[in-house]
């Protein structure tokens, strides 16, 4: 037996059996055909011409090892229940939509958007845009077709300093009350750490966060030490490869020898290279009371997500980030992602890529995670921007607060109501509504 051609099409058969060719013959085969296309390309996958996996929950599903218990008479169809996914296609859509406009409109080389639900883990959506239709995958292996949110790699930037500030919550040595001084620039060595928009005050622990400063951000690591801060990142799962049912992923870029150097640049989104989705898994623990829970893209249950997860911070220190991310939509750079009855809050993200060794003052990566709502946690929002540009509607600028936060808040108004969550119009501020609700908190 040998194949000659496959995927005739009706005329091409009928025309070779018209020859009467002794010793030739046709086989029907069955083909996979993707009726979200390019939509869910990342997630679904795709198989190979003999319909066998090879990325996606395609792969994923095969490498169980259906079927051969099939082939060997222990399963038929009938037997076996279709894997249900955690994927709102309505919501897939959408994120896809607006990371495809974004990518056009800030002419960015790239662009990403997931939403999770913080209670589960489980993946509601997932985008990476250029992206490819299953279809007719002919363009699928392009360098630029890359599943960038789980198999890229990027320093986050200042969503980052989510993390740093809640280790020093955590720790019990700082408090909402607390002060770092950001008159001065840091110097180690040959580095010397700025602000971008500089204080050039002390600030307390809020204002460090809603005014994003290097400085105050730095400090507070350092407060900590080398140790404690790789330590806390380890737990927070930012130092190991995240594996999910999705094949694609990477693992992370960690310095190999971590000095105070590498301490105040990581503390601030600089330094340490992870998956977008890897970030997206640390901050939702942060968010819904300190549970960190793999990210997963089947159905889950809250009590499956329970016994998952692992306590990696205090409760109070969870309420204490969501504050500080809703003051941030009140006051800071997250202005953008306050739609009027979803109570979102948010941080920004800007980071200079790597360019042949230096960090390019024009190249950038710009990410934005939104939490909805703040007061009472259910998704989280991320979009990233590889290289977005400046504009006339930004005024010149390409940092996260012009191009990944707005888009951030054009996806949360437009999956908040599919989401059934209820519009609540004149709620307090963030530290009445937030702060308040706990006891005992400053």
Excluded: C
């Excluded at 190991?240 to 601030?268: G, Q």
């Excluded at 509607?393 to 951030?408: C, D, L, R, V």
Aim: no cysteine.
């Amino acid at each position: 037996f040998i194949w000659l051609r496959r995927q005739l099409s009706p005329r091409q058969q009928n025309d070779i059996m018209q020859l009467g060719l002794p010793g030739i013959g046709f086989r029907t085969e069955n083909r996979r055909f993707y009726p979200a296309g390019a939509t869910t390309s990342y997630i679904v996958g795709m198989t190979n011409r003999d319909n066998q996996g090879i990325s996606g929950l395609e792969k994923y599903i095969d490498d169980q090892g259906l079927a051969d218990l099939q082939a060997s008479g222990l399963a038929d169809p009938d037997s076996l229940k279709p894997f249900k996914l955690s994927v709102d296609l309505r919501v897939q859509h959408i994120v896809r939509d607006e990371a495809l406009q974004a990518m056009t409109r800030f002419h960015a080389i790239a662009a990403g958007a997931v939403v999770i639900n913080v209670k589960t883990g489980e993946v509601v959506a997932m985008a990476s845009v250029p992206d490819f239709d299953p279809n007719n995958p002919v363009d699928a292996q392009d360098k630029d077709k890359l599943n960038r949110m789980s198999a890229g790699l990027y320093e986050m930037g200042s969503t980052i300093k989510s993390f740093t500030t809640a280790m020093a919550l955590d720790s019990g040595k700082v408090n909402l009350n607390s002060t770092f001084d950001a008159r001065h620039p840091i110097t180690i060595g040959r580095r010397t750490i700025r602000d971008f928009h500089g204080k050039n005050r002390i600030l307390t622990v809020p204002e460090v966060f809603i005014y994003s400063s290097n400085i105050g951000t730095a400090r507070m690591a350092l407060a900590l030490g080398v140790d404690y801060h790789r330590a806390f990142l380890k737990k927070m799962g930012q130092l190991d490869r995240l594996r999910t049912e999705i094949p694609e992923s990477a693992e992370p870029l960690v310095p190999k020898r971590w000095a105070e150097l590498n301490t105040v640049t990581i503390a601030f989104g600089h330094g340490l290279s992870v998956a977008p989705l890897q970030a997206v898994m640390g901050i939702s623990a942060l968010m819904n009371g300190g549970k960190l829970i793999p990210p997963t893209f089947l159905k889950r249950t809250e009590a499956e997500a329970a016994q998952l997860g692992k306590q990696v911070v205090k409760p109070e220190t969870s309420e204490r980030m969501r504050y500080l991310m809703r003051l941030n939509a009140e006051k800071g750079s997250a202005k953008k992602v306050d739609i009027p009855g979803y109570y979102a809050g948010g941080k920004t993200g800007t980071a200079e890529k790597v360019i042949n060794g230096h960090y390019s003052k024009t190249k950038l990566l710009t990410t934005f995670m939104a939490v909805l709502p703040a007061d009472q946690p259910k998704y989280l929002v991320t979009i990233i921007l590889d290289e977005p540009q400046p504009t006339p509607e930004t005024h010149g600028y390409a940092t996260s607060g012009w191009n990944a936060a707005p888009t951030a808040g054009q996806v949360v108004e437009r999956i908040a109501p599919m989401l059934g969550i209820t519009p609540r119009f004149n709620l307090p501020t963030a530290d009445k509504q937030i702060l308040q609700a706990t006891a005992g908190i400053r």
